[in-house]
């Protein structure tokens, strides 16, 4: 089992806090964004999916709708937050379809991947 840090930061260089835990999210289906080397895809943000979102996702062979009860994954719905690949996060905005960004449940990591100038222009206010 991959170790996850234990003192982790969000972009914002505060602690990081929870995401979601309905549905239980993150790479640690601990509901927090928290990573380690182990999770290659650093699934680091949190965002707040959207329609466009999931099809834009779908459409680019990740399909996060789906449920797959096998594996404990209920398929997500629009207004669902989710930890999601950072990489996957900047092809969405390159595309115009980036879900809204969840600021203070992002890990720092994020930002080997985005400005925190560019998040914070697709960030729900706290």
Request: aromatic residues 8%; contains cysteine.
């Amino acid at each position: 089992m991959p170790r996850k840090t234990t003192t982790a930061k969000n972009v914002l260089g505060t602690s990081l806090v929870p995401c979601s835990t309905e549905p239980m999210t993150g790479y640690f289906r601990d509901g927090c964004c928290n990573t380690s080397a182990d999770d290659q895809g650093a699934h680091t943000v949190c965002v707040e999916t959207t329609e466009q979102f999931l099809a834009f996702s779908k459409d680019s062979g990740n399909d996060l709708s789906t449920p797959h009860p096998q594996f404990g994954f209920p398929g997500l719905q629009p207004g669902d937050r989710w930890c999601l690949c950072a990489a996957r996060w900047v092809e969405a905005m390159e595309a115009g379809k980036a879900p809204r960004v969840v600021l203070e449940s992002t890990h720092a990591r994020t930002l080997e991947f985005v400005p925190l100038a560019m998040l914070q222009r697709y960030a729900i206010p706290g």
